[in-house]
């Protein structure tokens, strides 16, 4: 049973969802957290990966770990996102199987489901189709990472959880605008109108794929909750249930950072949509009781200033 004692390790506790695990376990209440930078771990690499679980016998994993990005990265650096991601987390998990470590929370994310998958998108819709191309060297990690927590779990009884956020942001995000996901990208962009005071914004694609954000204390949230909940399934999507298209994301933002002034929204269509549309069944997660909690635009004012702080030019 984890208790506030237990020995935690969060696997990258400098990355946008694992900075978020780590608050929010300090402000739970959770006493005996472990993390290691890069430079005392590197988690591709097998050998050292299971001396430190063995050595450090942590009660509890959570696996935030791993390389991501937007579709200009994901499309770019195929074979990293494919090699880093595989290595890193089957080197944690079956190191974890090995050092007798029995509960672990692995993040996937939603783009594991099929490119025309029906929406709301269910658990039980993965491997049922096609993946999108341009991140289709990521999802297949994630998928390989479920199928390594449900297979251990089968063979060896392990609690091996998998959660699958959607598109998460907040605090401590990656807003490149060539290599984030799109909605610090965004917030980036619109930044950068305001400052230049430009007249005009450019998307990528047509503006009208849709998809689902998650403010990512909410993530952190679920995680924790999860943690300490028993539920026999292997996957559990995490997210709000509703979605937006870009553009309408585009119009809120543009309103928050620059109000009171109209930027012309323009679309450079030799550029992809990605998937048309991506939002998550959660109701799973609400049969057993979690919910998100944090508002867009309470989330999208934490993030700006969160920006602003890392970023004031």
Request: overall charge positive; hydrophobic content about 40%; proline content about 1%.
């Given at each position: 049973m984890i208790?506030?004692?237990?020995?935690?390790?969060?696997?990258?506790?400098?990355?946008?969802?694992?900075?978020?695990?780590?608050?929010?376990?300090?402000?739970?209440?959770?006493?005996?957290?472990?993390?290691a930078d890069k430079s005392k771990l590197d988690l591709t690499d097998q050998g050292k990966v299971l001396k430190f679980l063995k050595k450090n016998k942590p009660h509890f994993i959570f696996?935030?770990?791993?390389?991501?990005?937007?579709?200009?990265?994901?499309?770019?650096?195929?074979?990293?996102?494919?090699y880093s991601?595989?290595?890193?987390?089957?080197?944690?998990?079956?190191?974890?199987?090995?050092?007798?470590?029995?509960?672990?929370?692995f993040l996937g994310s939603s783009c594991v489901y099929p490119k025309f998958c029906k929406q709301p998108i269910k658990e039980k819709y993965l491997l049922s189709g096609e993946l999108e191309k341009t991140n289709e060297p990521y999802a297949i990690a994630k998928i390989a990472g479920?199928?390594?927590?449900e297979s251990y779990n089968l063979q060896y009884k392990t609690n091996y959880k998998c959660l699958m956020p959607t598109n998460t942001f907040g605090p401590n995000d990656n807003y490149d605008e060539l290599?984030?996901?799109?909605?610090?990208?965004?917030?980036?962009?619109?930044?950068?109108?305001?400052?230049?005071?430009?007249?005009?914004?450019?998307?990528?694609?047509?503006?009208?794929?849709?998809?689902?954000?998650?403010?990512?204390?909410d993530?952190?949230?679920?995680?924790?909750?999860?943690?300490?909940?028993?539920?026999?399934?292997?996957?559990?999507?995490i997210g709000t249930g509703e979605d937006f298209s870009i553009?309408?994301?585009?119009?809120?933002?543009?309103?928050?950072?620059?109000?009171?002034?109209?930027i012309l929204i323009k679309y450079d269509k030799s550029k992809p949509n990605g998937t048309p549309r991506k939002v998550l069944n959660i109701s799973l997660a609400k049969k057993y009781g979690w919910k998100a909690k944090v508002n867009l635009k309470d989330a999208i004012r934490m993030t700006y200033n969160d920006f602003l702080s890392k970023n004031n030019k």
């Open positions: 208790n506030q004692n237990s020995k935690i390790y969060v696997a990258g506790h400098k990355g946008l969802v694992g900075s978020s695990i780590v608050r929010n376990l300090k402000k739970k209440g959770y006493k005996n957290i472990l993390v696996i935030a770990a791993a390389k991501v990005g937007g579709i200009y990265s994901n499309n770019k650096y195929k074979a990293e996102f494919i991601n595989l290595t890193i987390q089957n080197n944690i998990i079956h190191a974890a199987y090995l050092s007798k470590i029995k509960d672990l929370i479920i199928k390594m927590c290599n984030s996901h799109f909605f610090p990208s965004l917030i980036r962009k619109i930044h950068k109108i305001k400052r230049n005071k430009k007249k005009e914004l450019i998307l990528w694609g047509n503006g009208l794929a849709k998809r689902e954000v998650i403010y990512v204390d993530i952190a949230d679920a995680c924790i909750y999860f943690m300490n909940k028993k539920f026999k399934e292997t996957i559990i999507n553009k309408d994301y585009a119009r809120i933002i543009l309103k928050m950072i620059i109000p009171n002034k109209k």
